[in-house]
């Protein structure tokens, strides 16, 4: 039976109740979810061929620095990097190294900062120099299932509303949705309940009230949906070596519906795609 708390009287760890935050919990996660949008827009510019993703991660750790935020992945769970990189068949966690890319590639960047003890979690697909018509029309599948998704949020709607749109387009596509990881509850903590699938029934999973917030980022792959991760503990990738795209916002449900925290002040939400 889930149950849900108040999150200003909860602890700091995860105890699988589902935290309700109010304004005071909104207005921190506003601020430290515009930090980490802000840094998506810097990059925009910057992810070219002949650039490599260690540089991308160094960026992303200094721009945290000099505005007062720590990246949550730096030595969370032995990880020593301030983002996750994923690049063509990466499906995520993708690991910054010196190796630079390549015209043709597409780039998930993933960054999460700590402001004021809140965590903004966000990501975007980057492609690099000139892409097939292929990985572009990923692209724009995978952020047309992020917003589809986003759209089924609303107070008294069941989380898998938010599956369902993603799968349901994604699928209509010829488009796959890995199942081996999901979207989460976000706040105080980097990893939350609830887990947010994307992919099933509308029907099925919690019931989505005010003061709840969570990521939403489905990873959609051409081919089939399976992924494996490496020996490094934290790369996955697609086993048949097609494309995944990812696109990731966090969200909080209000009254009537839902507010965005993640959006690109630039509107640059889609980089490289048509408006």
Not at 201 to 223: C, D, K, Q, Y
Request: aromatic share 6%; hydrophobic share 35%; net charge negative.
């Amino acid at each position: 039976m889930v149950t849900y708390l108040d999150a200003a009287t909860a602890p700091l760890r995860n105890t699988g109740q589902i935290r309700l935050y109010g304004e005071d919990g909104f207005a921190g996660m506003r601020k430290a979810c515009d930090l980490t949008a802000r840094c998506l827009d810097e990059l925009v510019p910057m992810v070219e061929p002949g650039v490599t993703t260690e540089a991308i991660d160094r960026f992303v750790f200094e721009f945290g620095m000099d505005h007062g935020a720590l990246p949550a992945t730096l030595n969370y769970r032995g990880y020593t990097k301030s983002s996750c990189t994923s690049i063509n068949h990466v499906v995520c966690h993708g690991i910054p190294d010196n190796k630079p890319l390549k015209d043709g590639d597409i780039v998930n960047i993933d960054v999460t900062y700590i402001l004021d003890g809140w965590h903004g979690d966000s990501s975007r697909m980057y492609p690099v120099g000139t892409i097939k018509r292929a990985a572009e029309r990923l692209l724009e599948v995978t952020h047309e299932c992020l917003m589809r998704g986003i759209a089924a949020i609303r107070p008294g709607a069941r989380i898998g509303a938010i599956g369902a749109a993603i799968q349901t387009y994604a699928e209509g596509e010829r488009c796959s949705v890995v199942r081996d990881f999901c979207g989460h509850g976000v706040g105080q903590l980097f990893h939350d309940a609830p887990n947010i699938l994307h992919y099933g029934s509308a029907n099925e999973g919690v019931e989505m009230r005010p003061g709840m917030i969570f990521t939403v980022e489905p990873m959609i792959n051409l081919g089939r949906p399976h992924v494996k991760v490496l020996s490094d503990g934290w790369t996955a990738v697609t086993r048949d070596r097609s494309l995944s795209a990812q696109y990731e916002h966090t969200i909080g449900v209000t009254d009537t519906g839902c507010e965005i925290f993640t959006l690109s002040p630039k509107k640059l939400d889609r980089p490289g795609l048509p408006a």
